[in-house]
């Protein structure tokens, strides 16, 4: 592949997804898109770019989506689950007891492994949570990724990682090869389509926020823009999860690292944070005004 | 060094997991049936067994119901793994007292998440992404 090609993939890409690849993932960009080109009848990169620049949008969104699809498992790093269980929702049940209810969003929810395993942990919290509203709310950029979500159909490969045998006897029931989620906990899940570069206002304020292993495909301006966003839609005591890669420190003020539970973040005093760009905004007024 | 017994009628099979589980940390006792496996616990209980079904003269149920009274028996975490990939078998693994279930075919990933979730292997702090 030729730098132009290439840099014009990384502009499109950039301009679409938010993804921010570096000057040296060209094997990535081959991995993942010869497969794609060679679907479409075309012979490689080069061409496909051809037809990309010649405005095929259909191809534009197959590509945004074969580059920004991550793999992921049932449980992924399973501490963050468990604090999950025993940090985030032990504070819910208090701080909610009188509403009771709870509204979750996974920010990157992917193929839906990640927002049935938040499901399936909610399930195995049993009584605690009786009575209860649950609300989750899964997005992701891509399409195809949501209907697989959807569906919950997961191969015999995809079900032995991650996931404890007792829970797929519990929460699944085999088809064949493959094996479904209950529709009990599908229930509990709305799927959506969303681009984390566009307003997501329209989804509410949330109780919990996942949004693990995404950020880390964005510059530091479009995360930082991200997370400031993500602050208005998280009640004032409610939690953010990131991926282990991931950390708010050094980008924003807007949240602030749990100790001892790695991957967690609170919302720091929305007055607090509103007052930096307050004061930024009020300064030439008051310059004026000493005139 | 902890020991996994891996008991499996096929040498092909017995080959893969070894390589799989040694790179693991464990040093691997091999046997090829059930009986075969016994006189491996007698003589010292290994701290895994990785467990296929169906054997010739004493196949994995037989042989975890068997382990299971035998003294200090309840120690050893048994994983099956087996091309008996239905709901009915698992069921029965799990009531007759193996600790997972591995659906063949396997790779390292299948193994290490399962040996993680018995405890047999720690997990790391958190896995990068």
Known sequence: ?291 | MKTCLVVDDSSIVRKVARRIVEALGFQVIEAEDGVEALVHCKKAMPEAILLDWNMPVMDGFQFLGTLRRMPGGDEPKVVFCTTENGIDHITKAMGGGANEYIMKPFDKEIVLAKFQEVGLVAREEETAA
């Open chain 1, 1 to 291: 592949m030729n730098s132009p090609d290439y840099e014009y993939l990384r502009k499109l890409l950039k301009e679409r997804s938010g993804l921010d690849l570096s000057a040296d993932k060209q094997y990535l960009i081959e991995s993942r898109l010869l497969p794609l080109a060679r679907k479409a009848g075309l012979s490689d990169i080069p061409e496909l770019v051809q037809k990309l620049q010649a405005g095929s949008s259909a191809l534009i969104t197959s590509v945004v989506e074969a580059m920004t699809t991550n793999e992921t498992f049932f449980f992924r790093d399973k501490v963050p689950f468990d604090h999950f269980r025993d940090t985030i929702m032990q504070d819910i049940i208090k701080a909610r007891a009188g509403r009771r209810s709870v509204r979750i969003w996974c920010a990157a929810g992917s193929t839906g492994q990640e927002p049935y395993s938040l499901a399936m942990t909610l399930k195995e919290m049993g009584a605690a949570l009786t009575g209860w509203r649950i609300e989750i709310i899964a997005t992701d950029l891509s399409q195809e990724v949501l209907e697989k979500a959807k569906a919950g159909v997961y191969s015999q490969f995809e079900v032995q990682r991650g996931l404890p045998i007792q829970m797929l006897m519990k929460y699944f029931k085999q088809t064949g090869e493959t094996w479904q989620i209950n529709p009990e906990l599908r229930a509990m899940i709305q799927h959506r389509q969303l681009n984390l570069l566009q307003d997501f206002s329209h989804l509410g304020t949330f109780d919990v926020i996942f949004c693990r292993n995404v950020l880390i495909y964005f510059d530091q301006e479009t995360k930082i823009n991200i997370f400031n966003r993500l602050a208005r839609q998280i009640e004032p005591d409610g939690f953010l999860v990131l991926g282990a890669a991931e950390t708010v420190v050094g980008l924003t003020d807007t949240f602030r690292p749990i100790a001892d539970r790695r991957g967690l973040y609170k919302p720091n005093d929305p007055r607090a944070a509103a007052a930096k760009p307050a004061d930024a905004a009020a300064a030439p007024r008051m310059a004026m005004a000493g005139r």
